[in-house]
């Protein structure tokens, strides 16, 4: 089984539609992330979290909200969808307690499109 | 602003031969590199990093060189196979408890010939 799921894997919704995506780790990792790829720019930090009580926003939170569940579980929600938001959405983690504690473990991505 | 660039957005490379793959930042305070794969319909995965400390790091196939001074760190895959292609993400940090934020290039996609 995979140690980092994402649901749904795929989206389409339209625009002014919210939408939650969701991350889900087996990992125990304390840290968890939520990037966007778009062509031609690479993976951009959208909000990042430490801990349960801890929720940062990263480059490109506009738009954007979390939650953070559980240490397992943090969720993304696009309140209001806009089409600038269909990009493919990953979600990571990582524990600052191992030898290489900067390394990230990303998810299998959601592919969101927004009409 | 562009903190950490791959200039090359794609590269083809005969099976068996070296694939390099090139990355610059600008940040100096970025003391921890990794290199990431990425397959079409999958996550990145984490394939190989670097602390500032070294200028080489070596496993299997694959050996990352980083050179300070030019702010400059390649990715080496030696001898290139199919499996090998795959778009390849330069990331960079600043190490320290509280700091673990990756910075991203914008991506190589490494193709081999067979």
């Known amino acids: 089984d995979a140690d980092v799921t994402q649901t749904p894997r795929n989206r389409i919704t339209k625009t002014g539609k919210r939408i939650m995506l969701e991350c889900s780790q087996t990992?125990?990792?304390?840290?968890m992330y939520w990037y966007r790829q778009d062509p031609g720019l690479g993976l951009r930090l959208i909000y990042y979290?430490?801990?349960?009580?801890?929720?940062n926003k990263g480059e490109i939170s506009d738009g954007y909200s979390v939650s953070r569940q559980a240490q397992a579980k943090f969720s993304l929600s696009l309140e209001s969808a806009i089409p600038n938001q269909t990009a493919l959405y990953f979600c990571?983690?990582?524990?600052?307690?191992?030898?290489?504690?900067?390394?990230?473990?990303f998810g299998p991505g959601t592919r969101l499109t927004v009409l | 602003d562009q903190q950490v660039k791959q200039n090359s957005p794609s590269l083809s490379v005969q099976e068996g031969r070296i694939s390099i793959l090139n990355c610059d930042y600008t940040?100096?305070?970025?003391?921890?590199f990794l290199w990431y794969k990425k397959y079409p319909a999958e996550g990145p995965t984490f394939l190989i990093s670097?602390?500032?400390?070294?200028d080489k790091n070596e496993d299997g196939r694959f050996t990352v060189f980083l050179n300070k001074s030019a702010k400059h760190l390649s990715l080496h895959i030696v001898p290139s196979q199919p499996g090998d292609s795959a778009v390849y993400f330069c990331?960079?940090?600043?190490?320290?408890?509280?700091?673990?934020?990756?910075?991203f290039g914008t991506g190589t996609r490494l193709t081999i010939i067979p």
């Open positions: 990571a983690t990582s524990d600052p307690r191992q030898a290489t504690g900067d390394t990230q473990y």
């Open positions: 990992k125990g990792h304390d840290r």
């Open positions: 979290s430490f801990d349960v009580k801890d929720i």
């Open positions: 940040n100096s305070m970025f003391d921890y």
């Open positions: 670097i602390s500032s400390i070294k």
């Open positions: 990331a960079a940090s600043v190490s320290g408890f509280g700091n673990e934020k990756l910075t």
